[in-house]
């Protein structure tokens, strides 16, 4: 069998992934992307991601002009005011806030991750292949590496990037005392377009504002919107319209086209109940789990819960990655959530993930234009990518005490 040859193999098609094939073929430098699902249908796709400025730089550097302003004219608006309020509705002052650590997000900018893939996937046709498991590498003696996929496929690479996310195959390999860590966190999300929240008399302070309800005992509720433009999509084709991939799932969670407040909340282990009992609950039981256990607040907010989409909520625990890791660069190099991966809070992820593209681009563009040896490149990629990346990461965690943890200490919170 004739394995076929590509200068980069991508294994992974998220937002980083896809971004640094953006960048590669920007420059001129062959690459393939290798996903293993036709479709992103994994629940954190449904969301928002707030943008920060890495991951504008990153995106500007990395895309062809013309997706780079799809991107921004596809971009969603979240609010520009923060608002604390306690769960009998009272305002709060924002004391003890003027601490917090430095914040770089670009407060109203809100991308529907959606959309992003689908700029994201513009102009790689022929590069991005689906079905494609990654089942292992195989490096050789001439410093090049093969990846071998489940179906019996592999292709030949000089160099394979791991972008594969937080359960990386290809890291596994790479790194194998590597684990990742159960924080202890349990999270529910849910969504409700904005026109339902009208019709149901959602109070403006829920859908206008960044709002914290901050309880005086119990943990907090986080509360913003996304709003999209659709005269500004029907600019540019399919981007920012629905997904055909996601048609055939019933409920609004995909929806892509559509403006909606979402909220956030975040327990201890064991606080809303069993992990092997709330794994099994669908999306309504959820929701009555949350409002049986936050029934005393103010029926302003419970109204907010009560009338979310089913099909928006679900039960997820937070982990994260231990940082601190080194190796000897090769042929194979990770990205994103496949090394630094990191808890929702202060939303790092996707845009440090989205910042590594774009110092692997500019490196791997420094060895094919300037001579500098592959090796080296991929080294000093490695060195600003860890530091970064698991700085990232410990911000992420140290944020997700400070919040889950304001009123009430958490059980057991590991030290990164």
Request: a neutral charge; proline letters at 5%; aromatic letters at 6%.
């Amino acid at each position: 069998m004739t394995i076929p040859f590509v200068d980069v193999a991508i294994i992974g098609g998220g937002p980083g992934g896809l971004a640094l094939a953006q960048g590669l073929k920007k420059n001129g430098i062959e690459t393939a992307v290798f996903e293993r699902d036709p479709v992103r249908s994994d629940y954190v796709q449904g969301f928002r991601m707030r943008i920060r400025q890495r991951g504008l730089d990153a995106l500007k550097a990395n895309l062809p002009p013309h997706l780079y302003q799809t991107f921004l004219d596809t971009l969603g608006l979240a609010p520009t005011e923060n608002l604390i309020l306690d769960e009998r509705f009272n305002r709060l002052d924002d004391a003890g806030q003027a601490d917090r650590e430095p914040e770089d997000t670009h407060i109203e900018k809100s991308v529907s991750r959606i959309t992003l893939r689908q700029i994201l996937l513009s102009g790689l046709d022929g590069a991005f292949h689906t079905g494609k498991r990654f089942e292992r590498y195989e490096p050789l003696a001439d410093g090049t590496v093969i990846a071998h996929f489940s179906d019996g496929s592999a292709v030949h690479a000089n160099l394979l990037i791991g972008a594969d996310g937080a359960g990386s195959a290809i890291r596994r390999q790479l790194l194998p005392d590597l684990k990742s860590i159960d924080t202890g966190v349990r999270r529910l999300a849910g969504k409700i377009t904005l026109d339902a929240a009208a019709r149901h008399g959602i109070s403006p302070l829920l859908t206008e504002f960044n709002t914290n309800i901050r309880p005086r005992d119990g943990r907090g509720l986080m509360i913003t919107s996304h709003r999209v433009d659709p005269s500004a999509c029907a600019r540019h084709d399919l981007i920012g319209g629905e997904d055909p991939g996601h048609a055939g799932i019933t409920g609004f969670h995909f929806n892509n086209s559509t403006s909606y407040t979402w909220w956030n909340t975040a327990y201890d282990t064991d606080e809303l109940g069993p992990d092997e009992v709330l794994e099994t609950r669908d999306g309504a039981a959820l929701l009555e789990t949350l409002l049986q256990r936050i029934g005393h607040w103010d029926e302003r907010i419970l109204k907010l819960i009560r009338h979310s989409d089913p099909s928006t909520v679900a039960f997820l625990k937070v982990r994260s990655s231990t940082p601190g890791a080194v190796w000897q660069s090769g042929p194979v190099t990770l990205l994103g959530d496949a090394i630094h991966a990191m808890t929702y809070f202060r939303a790092l992820g996707g845009n440090t993930a989205l910042y590594d593209a774009g110092l692997l681009v500019c490196e791997l563009v420094a060895a094919r234009r300037h001579s500098k040896p592959l090796l080296a490149a991929v080294n000093d990629y490695e060195n600003v990518m860890r530091d970064h990346g698991y700085e990232a990461v410990r911000s992420s965690l140290s944020a997700m005490q400070r919040n889950v943890g304001a009123n009430r200490p958490l059980k057991a919170i590991p030290a990164l």
